[in-house]
Protein backbone atom coordinates (compact mmCIF):
# COMPACT_ATOMS: atom_id res chain seq x y z
CA UNK A 1 0.00 0.00 0.00
CA UNK A 2 1.41 3.73 -0.75
CA UNK A 3 0.59 4.62 2.38
CA UNK A 4 -1.62 8.21 2.97
CA UNK A 5 -0.50 11.05 0.54
CA UNK A 6 -0.99 14.25 0.70
CA UNK A 7 -0.03 17.16 -1.75
CA UNK A 8 1.76 19.65 -2.01
CA UNK A 9 4.60 19.03 0.30
CA UNK A 10 5.58 22.29 0.26
CA UNK A 11 3.40 25.36 -0.12
CA UNK A 12 4.37 28.90 -0.07
CA UNK A 13 1.48 32.00 -0.60
CA UNK A 14 1.11 35.24 -0.07
CA UNK A 15 -1.56 36.60 2.93
CA UNK A 16 -5.15 36.59 1.49
CA UNK A 17 -4.80 33.88 -1.18
CA UNK A 18 -6.97 30.79 -0.66
CA UNK A 19 -4.76 27.63 -0.03
CA UNK A 20 -5.92 23.82 -0.76
CA UNK A 21 -4.69 21.11 0.44
CA UNK A 22 -5.25 17.21 -0.76
CA UNK A 23 -5.17 14.29 0.96
CA UNK A 24 -5.89 10.66 -0.25
CA UNK A 25 -6.13 8.03 2.88
CA UNK A 26 -4.90 4.36 2.74
CA UNK A 27 -7.69 2.66 0.70
CA UNK A 28 -10.41 0.91 2.44
CA UNK A 29 -9.67 3.06 5.59
CA UNK A 30 -13.33 4.48 6.52
CA UNK A 31 -11.61 7.55 9.14
CA UNK A 32 -9.43 10.72 8.17
CA UNK A 33 -8.21 12.85 10.42
CA UNK A 34 -6.83 16.07 9.65
CA UNK A 35 -4.14 17.68 12.08
CA UNK A 36 -2.16 20.78 12.33
CA UNK A 37 1.59 21.19 14.19
CA UNK A 38 3.08 24.37 15.02
CA UNK A 39 5.68 25.01 17.50
CA UNK A 40 3.49 27.02 19.75
CA UNK A 41 0.28 24.52 19.89
CA UNK A 42 2.31 21.36 19.05
CA UNK A 43 -0.15 18.64 17.24
CA UNK A 44 -3.63 19.76 17.22
CA UNK A 45 -6.86 17.61 15.40
CA UNK A 46 -8.69 20.14 13.69
CA UNK A 47 -11.69 17.99 12.14
CA UNK A 48 -12.57 14.32 11.26
CA UNK A 49 -14.16 12.34 9.30
CA UNK A 50 -15.96 9.19 9.22
CA UNK A 51 -17.41 7.46 6.28
CA UNK A 52 -16.84 10.80 4.48
CA UNK A 53 -19.17 12.56 7.37
CA UNK A 54 -17.41 15.11 9.10
CA UNK A 55 -18.16 14.44 13.18
CA UNK A 56 -16.19 16.78 14.55
CA UNK A 57 -14.74 19.79 13.38
CA UNK A 58 -14.26 21.72 16.88
CA UNK A 59 -10.69 22.09 16.03
CA UNK A 60 -10.31 23.75 13.08
CA UNK A 61 -10.03 27.38 14.24
CA UNK A 62 -12.39 29.61 12.47
CA UNK A 63 -14.56 29.94 9.00
CA UNK A 64 -11.37 30.56 6.68
CA UNK A 65 -11.13 26.96 7.43
CA UNK A 66 -13.33 24.19 5.38
CA UNK A 67 -12.69 20.58 4.94
CA UNK A 68 -14.41 18.33 2.52
CA UNK A 69 -14.10 14.54 1.96
CA UNK A 70 -16.33 14.19 -1.44
CA UNK A 71 -15.60 10.31 -1.61
CA UNK A 72 -13.91 7.66 0.16
CA UNK A 73 -10.42 8.40 -1.22
CA UNK A 74 -10.09 12.31 -1.68
CA UNK A 75 -9.82 15.23 0.95
CA UNK A 76 -9.44 18.71 0.85
CA UNK A 77 -8.44 21.33 4.01
CA UNK A 78 -8.95 24.68 2.25
CA UNK A 79 -7.71 28.88 3.89
CA UNK A 80 -9.36 31.54 2.71
CA UNK A 81 -7.96 33.93 3.20
CA UNK A 82 -4.78 32.51 4.02
CA UNK A 83 -2.91 34.56 7.21
CA UNK A 84 0.79 34.16 8.23
CA UNK A 85 -0.44 32.64 11.55
CA UNK A 86 -1.62 29.44 9.49
CA UNK A 87 1.90 28.66 8.57
CA UNK A 88 2.53 25.10 10.09
CA UNK A 89 2.70 21.71 9.17
CA UNK A 90 -0.80 20.06 8.09
CA UNK A 91 -1.13 16.26 8.57
CA UNK A 92 -3.86 13.72 6.91
CA UNK A 93 -3.83 10.60 9.03
CA UNK A 94 -6.43 7.90 7.99
CA UNK A 95 -7.48 4.65 10.37
CA UNK A 96 -8.94 1.04 9.08
CA UNK A 97 -11.94 0.06 9.44
CA UNK A 98 -13.20 -0.35 12.76
CA UNK A 99 -13.28 -3.63 14.08
CA UNK A 100 -10.25 -5.10 12.10
CA UNK A 101 -6.83 -5.65 13.45
CA UNK A 102 -5.34 -2.36 14.34
CA UNK A 103 -7.92 -0.43 13.81
CA UNK A 104 -7.12 2.25 16.38
CA UNK A 105 -3.94 3.02 14.76
CA UNK A 106 -3.97 6.12 12.92
CA UNK A 107 -1.61 6.38 9.81
CA UNK A 108 -0.17 9.83 9.01
CA UNK A 109 0.86 11.56 5.85
CA UNK A 110 4.42 13.10 5.09
CA UNK A 111 2.75 16.55 5.85
CA UNK A 112 2.34 19.73 3.56
CA UNK A 113 4.84 22.66 4.64
CA UNK A 114 2.50 26.04 4.65
CA UNK A 115 3.99 29.01 4.45
CA UNK A 116 2.05 32.31 4.23
CA UNK A 117 3.83 35.43 3.59
CA UNK B 1 -10.24 16.52 28.84
CA UNK B 2 -7.66 13.90 28.39
CA UNK B 3 -4.36 15.51 28.74
CA UNK B 4 -0.88 14.18 27.86
CA UNK B 5 2.58 15.51 29.70
CA UNK B 6 5.74 14.82 28.14
CA UNK B 7 8.19 16.17 30.83
CA UNK B 8 11.41 15.86 29.02
CA UNK B 9 11.54 18.40 26.18
CA UNK B 10 15.14 17.29 24.87
CA UNK B 11 17.36 14.88 26.00
CA UNK B 12 20.55 13.08 24.83
CA UNK B 13 22.71 9.47 24.79
CA UNK B 14 25.14 8.27 23.21
CA UNK B 15 24.94 5.15 20.80
CA UNK B 16 24.04 1.70 22.34
CA UNK B 17 22.97 3.55 25.39
CA UNK B 18 18.94 2.76 26.82
CA UNK B 19 17.27 5.76 27.40
CA UNK B 20 14.06 6.16 28.85
CA UNK B 21 11.18 8.70 27.83
CA UNK B 22 8.06 9.97 30.50
CA UNK B 23 4.86 10.17 29.86
CA UNK B 24 2.13 10.79 31.89
CA UNK B 25 -2.14 11.20 31.27
CA UNK B 26 -4.99 12.39 32.43
CA UNK B 27 -8.33 10.36 31.68
CA UNK B 28 -11.82 9.13 33.63
CA UNK B 29 -11.84 6.25 30.62
CA UNK B 30 -10.80 2.78 31.92
CA UNK B 31 -10.37 1.43 28.31
CA UNK B 32 -8.28 3.05 26.00
CA UNK B 33 -5.13 3.35 23.63
CA UNK B 34 -1.76 4.69 24.01
CA UNK B 35 1.01 5.57 21.27
CA UNK B 36 4.22 6.14 20.94
CA UNK B 37 4.87 7.92 17.52
CA UNK B 38 8.62 8.89 16.22
CA UNK B 39 8.70 12.04 14.03
CA UNK B 40 11.95 12.59 12.15
CA UNK B 41 14.24 15.49 10.70
CA UNK B 42 11.82 14.63 7.59
CA UNK B 43 8.85 15.21 9.83
CA UNK B 44 6.85 11.66 8.83
CA UNK B 45 4.90 10.73 11.95
CA UNK B 46 6.33 7.06 12.33
CA UNK B 47 4.04 4.58 14.70
CA UNK B 48 6.74 3.46 17.34
CA UNK B 49 4.32 1.24 19.16
CA UNK B 50 0.60 0.64 21.05
CA UNK B 51 -0.70 -0.46 23.86
CA UNK B 52 -4.17 -1.29 24.63
CA UNK B 53 -5.28 -0.21 28.54
CA UNK B 54 -6.92 -3.71 29.56
CA UNK B 55 -4.13 -5.48 28.37
CA UNK B 56 -1.52 -5.82 31.46
CA UNK B 57 1.03 -7.04 29.51
CA UNK B 58 3.53 -4.47 28.66
CA UNK B 59 3.87 -3.83 24.42
CA UNK B 60 7.31 -4.42 23.27
CA UNK B 61 8.81 -4.18 19.32
CA UNK B 62 12.52 -5.22 19.02
CA UNK B 63 14.44 -2.91 20.48
CA UNK B 64 11.26 -0.71 22.07
CA UNK B 65 10.03 -1.90 24.79
CA UNK B 66 7.09 0.39 27.30
CA UNK B 67 6.00 0.42 31.09
CA UNK B 68 2.83 0.42 31.16
CA UNK B 69 1.34 1.80 34.95
CA UNK B 70 -2.62 2.19 34.57
CA UNK B 71 -2.89 2.92 37.97
CA UNK B 72 -0.06 5.90 37.86
CA UNK B 73 -1.44 6.59 34.67
CA UNK B 74 2.54 6.19 32.92
CA UNK B 75 3.18 5.00 29.71
CA UNK B 76 7.57 5.39 29.62
CA UNK B 77 9.20 4.27 26.21
CA UNK B 78 12.52 2.27 26.20
CA UNK B 79 14.89 2.16 23.51
CA UNK B 80 17.11 -0.39 23.68
CA UNK B 81 20.94 -0.47 22.26
CA UNK B 82 19.83 3.07 20.66
CA UNK B 83 21.02 3.94 16.96
CA UNK B 84 22.33 6.55 15.08
CA UNK B 85 18.75 6.41 13.01
CA UNK B 86 16.42 6.94 16.65
CA UNK B 87 17.49 10.64 16.51
CA UNK B 88 13.80 12.49 16.13
CA UNK B 89 11.20 13.98 18.41
CA UNK B 90 8.98 11.01 19.96
CA UNK B 91 5.54 12.36 20.92
CA UNK B 92 3.19 10.06 23.26
CA UNK B 93 -0.25 10.00 22.51
CA UNK B 94 -3.63 9.16 23.98
CA UNK B 95 -6.91 7.92 22.28
CA UNK B 96 -10.12 6.89 24.28
CA UNK B 97 -12.81 4.37 23.31
CA UNK B 98 -15.54 6.70 23.79
CA UNK B 99 -16.33 9.89 22.29
CA UNK B 100 -14.20 11.43 20.15
CA UNK B 101 -11.84 9.27 18.16
CA UNK B 102 -8.91 11.65 17.73
CA UNK B 103 -5.37 11.32 19.36
CA UNK B 104 -4.03 13.72 22.12
CA UNK B 105 -0.79 14.07 21.86
CA UNK B 106 2.26 15.51 24.22
CA UNK B 107 4.44 17.74 23.84
CA UNK B 108 7.09 15.55 22.54
CA UNK B 109 10.63 14.67 23.87
CA UNK B 110 13.30 15.88 21.25
CA UNK B 111 16.03 12.44 21.33
CA UNK B 112 19.71 12.53 20.01
CA UNK B 113 21.62 9.70 20.03
CA UNK B 114 25.25 10.72 19.90
CA UNK B 115 28.45 8.62 17.98
Known amino acids: DAGVIQSPRHEVTEMGQEVTLRCKPISGHDYLFWYRQTMMRGLELLIY????????DSGMPEDRFSAKMPNASFSTLKIQPSEPRDSAVYFC???????????????FGPGTRLTVL | AQTVTQSQPEMSVQEAETVTLSCTYD???????LFWYKQPPSRQMILVIRQEAYKQQNATENRFSVNFQKAAKSFSLKISDSQLGDTAMYFCAFMGFQGAQKLVFGQGTRLTINP
Open chain 2, 27 to 33: TSENNYY
Open chain 1, 49 to 56: FNNNVPID
Open chain 1, 93 to 107: ASRVLAGASGADTQY
